[in-house]
């Protein structure tokens, strides 16, 4: 099992890989969407457990959602899901719309304030 420290270097590195506007075309929106938002929250705090997006679908109310929604507001953000829309999922910090991967770079700056990072390299 990776330790935290692997998980965050992994997680930078698939966001390098990728420009924000490619970050943005992927999945937006969708079940996908959000169910990537679980993994990365799971390996981040381990605040959501991992879902797939078919379980999300399938999955009768709104429990899966607001458990998601409250893994990003642990680390600030403001999270609405629109699953089955078009339109991605939109997460605000304060009162500022950002984007998926602007989300998700505040979460690990915010969860790394309070770890233990002087080894790391960022």
Same mark, same amino acid.
């Given at each position: 099992?990776?330790?935290?420290?692997?998980?965050?270097?992994?997680?930078?590195?698939?966001?390098?890989?990728?420009?924000?506007?490619?970050?943005? &075309? %992927?999945?937006?929106?969708?079940? !996908?969407?959000?169910? =990537?938002? *679980?993994?990365?929250?799971?390996? $981040?705090?381990?605040?959501?457990?991992?879902?797939?997006?078919?379980?999300?679908?399938?999955?009768?109310?709104?429990?899966?959602?607001?458990?998601?929604?409250?893994?990003?507001? &642990? %680390?600030?953000?403001?999270?609405? !899901?629109?699953?089955? =829309?078009? *339109?991605?999922?939109?997460?605000? $910090?304060?009162?500022?719309?950002?984007?998926?991967?602007?989300?998700?770079?505040?979460?690990?700056?915010?969860?790394?304030?309070?770890?233990?990072?002087?080894?790391?390299?960022?």
């Amino acid at each position: 099992m990776a330790t935290r420290e692997e998980n965050f270097k992994k997680i930078d590195a698939e966001l390098e890989a990728m420009s924000d506007e490619e970050l943005e &075309q %992927v999945a937006g929106g969708t079940w !996908a969407e959000t169910a =990537a938002d *679980s993994r990365f929250l799971n390996s $981040l705090n381990g605040s959501t457990d991992r879902y797939g997006a078919l379980r999300i679908a399938f999955t009768p109310g709104n429990k899966i959602q607001e458990e998601i929604k409250n893994g990003w507001a &642990q %680390v600030g953000i403001t999270f609405t !899901a629109h699953n089955g =829309a078009i *339109s991605g999922n939109e997460y605000y $910090l304060g009162t500022k719309k950002i984007t998926q991967s602007e989300a998700r770079r505040h979460a690990m700056e915010h969860c790394k304030k309070f770890m233990d990072v002087k080894d790391w390299d960022w």
